[in-house]
């Protein structure tokens, strides 16, 4: 099965600073993956997936962005963080056909 | 654009009870409905996947349903115990779209009191 690492685990950083998060996949090749946002009281929100390298598609408008340099690894960035991009941040994994997802421990932002 | 609902949005029950949560969808053209828990603080962990072609699935204790046509899926849990309380989330796969991505709802909060 496949095992999804993310980090940081918690980070608390001031308005305007920069951001990157990290995520590796492990035991899957050429997975589909995604990153969410789970806003306290709310629901989960995709904001990007990936089917492959280099392939990054957008759900919403915001100041985020993310990449995926290699096969297994997705990262989530912004430039100058917002008050309102605070929030635990899931990666998400599905092998080939994306059948089944499985997630990451989360990350967890306060943005001050 | 599909919408997903879960009531209750919060269940408080004493152990041993069996209970049943409720998933509601708009668009039935779905690839398949997957049922998760998530602690607090936590990541979600996959509890049942249940494809469009398929009416049930069933892990230990738990049994999911799936009636495509009425855009309903229920997740039954036998003999609750406190360890079962969590965040229960459905989400639907949609069939358009290479990603096939899942729509959450907004989720049970599960309390078993011991």
Known sequence: SQTIHQWPATLVQPVGSPLSLE???????????????????????????SVGIGQISSEVPQNLSASRPQDRQFI????KLLLS???????????????????GPGTRLTVL | KQEVTQI??????PEGENLVLNCSFTDSAIYNLQWFRQDPGKGLTSLLLIQS??????????NASLDKSSGRSTLYIAASQPGDSATYLCAVRGIAG?????????????????
């Open chain 1, 76 to 79: 989530l960035s912004s430039k």
């Open chain 2, 53 to 62: 072609s398929q009416r049930e699935q069933t892990s230990g204790r738990l």
């Open chain 2, 8 to 13: 209750p949005a919060a269940l408080s029950v």
């Open chain 2, 98 to 114: 290479s990603a096939r991505q899942l729509t959450f709802g907004s989720g049970t909060q599960l309390t078993v009191l011991p």
């Open chain 1, 23 to 49: 995520c590796t996949v492990e035991g899957t090749s050429n997975p589909n993956l995604y990153w969410y946002r789970q806003a306290a009281g709310r629901g989960l929100q995709l904001l990007f997936y």
């Open chain 1, 85 to 103: 991009d605070s929030g635990f941040y899931l990666c998400a994994s599905a092998a080939g056909g994306g059948v089944e997802q499985f997630f």
